[in-house]
């Protein structure tokens, strides 16, 4: 069966890789037996068995909260304070954790396994070059390696991960490096010490298609060297690509594991098959409306300094239509979206809202609730201080709702996204991600607006979550005749809500079209470049 009547791109698995045998013991990598984890609320994590062997990679998949980041910190001893936990059988590279103290725990750590986090921006220091992340961990396990010896391991281990100009990135901070080379280094960092197990937690969680696969690949070339890895993610294309077993996660249990292509193919469980079909959409094909664009951009340009982040692009939007933006990091298309929302102001071109000349002016006045912005993290979109009723209480009274009336219209937003009025009095550290971002969507739907524009509003989010917010987006898109602008780097979201799309690439629009055809079509290389990495095109 091909990658996409499997609705996922098509699974590889190593040449050596195997099933284990019920209750076979694995040879170093990482063996557990009977992981329990309790909250103050009861069991989190029930009963879980795991097994990965050198030159494997198993990957842990489920919704948000099922506990797989959980389970793989409890490999590297990192459980929360608040919550207990006990293992039967834990073995790291043949080493017993089981009953490890943290002293014992911080020796292990870097040596012999390391962790590496979704997000490198926060998880390398600002304050340190590269160089000095990829050194800490030899500098902390073997220190007589030092002085040419260490800057050696370093440039090795930089090369190891394929890090372009090393000697160059070795001296640069994280700022100075982009989403995929940040990446990149962090991976260095966790491999210097030449550890035996790696876990990956999201590690491409909002890298565009091309980045990812390359950070993809790069995981699979360190798991034929021999590393044992075990791979979180909610991603199952990326799953598909790099990983010889998957284990399905729901609750704390696993509900279903086996050899990636096969469960990806032919999931048993309900969960399972949830998921699969989560990331399974074919490109929407609706009609066509002639009616008149509410938005048109028209050779729009935007400069910083010398750097031409936006070059010459031109568009429309239609009422109760969604044009997506896809690119790489770095393509403009971020630029685009504040253009659009009249937070930047273009250099040059025309901008026409609703009849009328659009921008920074225009976005400050009579008009400017009719065009709302929901950002990709909702972290830094919520305040952390303000519980749910009082952020979208202030949302419709910025939108001139009376204040008697305030209450009700809270309740309505909600009932919109999904959410019950009980969430009212919840702050944004009580809400999974997925909970999170639909208040978000739900104070920017308070304003009524008449164009919404969305900044990758689901690149976090597990498939099924990240599905169900896409159909609620799409049912809103119905009922209000909403325009939207939606900025993704994941195509599988392009063909789930969007009518047509730009390819953006230095700035500039490569391709432009409906979906199905763009999809099906694309007249430019690194359309099909695109299309490739992400599993949709041979």
């Known amino acids: 069966m091909s990658g996409r009547d499997a609705g996922v791109p098509g699974a590889r698995r190593s040449p050596g890789s195997r099933t284990p045998d019920a209750g076979e013991r694995r040879a170093d990598g990482v063996h557990l037996r009977g992981l329990r984890i309790d909250g103050p609320d009861g069991s989190i994590i029930d009963g879980l068995d795991l097994d990965v062997a050198p030159g494997e990679c198993v990957a842990i998949v489920g919704e948000s909260g099922a506990g797989k980041s959980l389970s793989a910190r409890a490999l590297l001893g990192i459980v929360p304070g608040a919550l207990s936990w006990t293992v039967e059988t834990l073995e790291i590279d043949g080493v017993d954790a089981g009953s490890l103290t943290e002293r014992h725990w911080r020796a292990l750590r870097g040596n012999r396994i390391a962790l590496v986090s979704q997000d490198a921006l926060v998880s390398l220091d600002p304050l340190r070059r590269i160089s000095a992340e990829v050194a800490e961990p030899v500098r902390i396990h073997e220190p007589s390696v030092r002085g040419r010896a260490l800057g050696d391991r370093v440039r090795d281990t930089l090369e190891r991960v394929a890090l372009p100009e090393p000697d160059l990135r070795a001296r640069q901070y994280p700022h100075e490096l982009s989403g995929g080379l940040r990446q990149r280094a962090l991976i260095a960092s966790a491999l210097s010490a030449k550890p035996a197990v790696l876990v990956a937690d999201e590690p491409t969680t909002a890298l565009d298609a091309t980045v990812q696969a390359r950070v993809l690949d790069l995981l699979r070339r360190i798991t034929d060297e021999g590393v044992a890895v075990v791979f979180i993610s909610h991603d199952l294309g990326a799953v598909a690509r790099v990983a010889d077993r998957v284990v399905v996660m729901h609750e704390g249990r696993v509900v279903e594991t086996g050899v990636t292509a096969e469960v990806l193919a032919s999931p048993r469980h309900p969960i399972a098959r949830e998921l699969v079909a989560a990331v399974s959409h074919e490109p929407l094909e609706r009609e066509p409306r002639s009616d008149a664009p509410i938005f048109t951009a028209n050779r729009v340009t935007k400069r910083f300094g010398e750097r031409v982040a936006v070059d010459d692009v031109s568009f429309e939007v239609r009422r109760g239509r969604t044009l997506a933006v896809v690119g790489e990091s770095g393509s403009g298309?971020?630029?685009?979206?504040?253009?659009?929302?009249?937070?930047?102001?273009?250099?040059?071109?025309?901008?026409?809202?609703?009849?009328?000349?659009?921008?920074?002016?225009?976005?400050?006045?009579?008009?400017?609730?009719?065009?709302?912005?929901?950002?990709?993290?909702?972290?830094?979109?919520?305040?952390?201080?303000?519980?749910?009723?009082?952020?979208?209480?202030e949302a419709v009274a910025a939108a001139g709702v009376a204040r008697s009336e305030r209450r009700s219209a809270v309740a309505t937003l909600l009932e919109e996204v999904g959410l019950s009025t009980a969430f009212v009095a919840r702050r944004p550290a009580q809400l999974s991600g997925g909970q999170r971002q639909r208040v978000a969507i739900a104070r920017a739907l308070a304003a009524s607006p008449d164009l919404l524009?969305?900044?990758?509003?689901?690149?976090?989010?597990?498939?099924?979550?990240?599905?169900?917010?896409?159909?609620?987006?799409?049912?809103?898109?119905?009922?209000?005749?909403?325009?939207?602008?939606?900025?993704?780097?994941?195509?599988?979201?392009?063909?789930?809500?969007?009518?047509?799309?730009?390819?953006?690439?230095?700035?500039?629009?490569?391709?432009?079209?409906?979906?199905?055809?763009?999809?099906?079509?694309?007249?430019?290389?690194?359309?099909?470049?695109?299309?490739?990495?992400?599993?949709?095109?041979?």
Request: no cysteine; net charge positive; charged share 25%.
């Open 453 to 538: 524009v969305l900044d990758e509003p689901v690149s976090a989010l597990d498939a099924t979550v990240r599905s169900r917010i896409l159909e609620r987006l799409l049912d809103l898109q119905r009922e209000r005749e909403l325009a939207m602008v939606f900025v993704t780097h994941d195509l599988d979201v392009v063909a789930a809500v969007a009518d047509d799309v730009i390819v953006m690439k230095d700035g500039r629009v490569v391709d432009a079209g409906p979906v199905p055809r763009v999809f099906a079509a694309p007249r430019h290389p690194f359309t099909r470049e695109l299309l490739a990495a992400a599993g949709l095109r041979a």
């Open 333 to 393: 298309k971020t630029t685009l979206a504040r253009i659009v929302v009249g937070v930047s102001a273009a250099d040059s071109g025309e901008l026409v809202f609703d009849g009328r000349p659009w921008g920074r002016a225009a976005a400050r006045g009579a008009d400017r609730r009719r065009v709302q912005l929901v950002q990709q993290n909702p972290w830094g979109a919520l305040d952390p201080r303000w519980n749910v009723g009082r952020t979208l209480i």
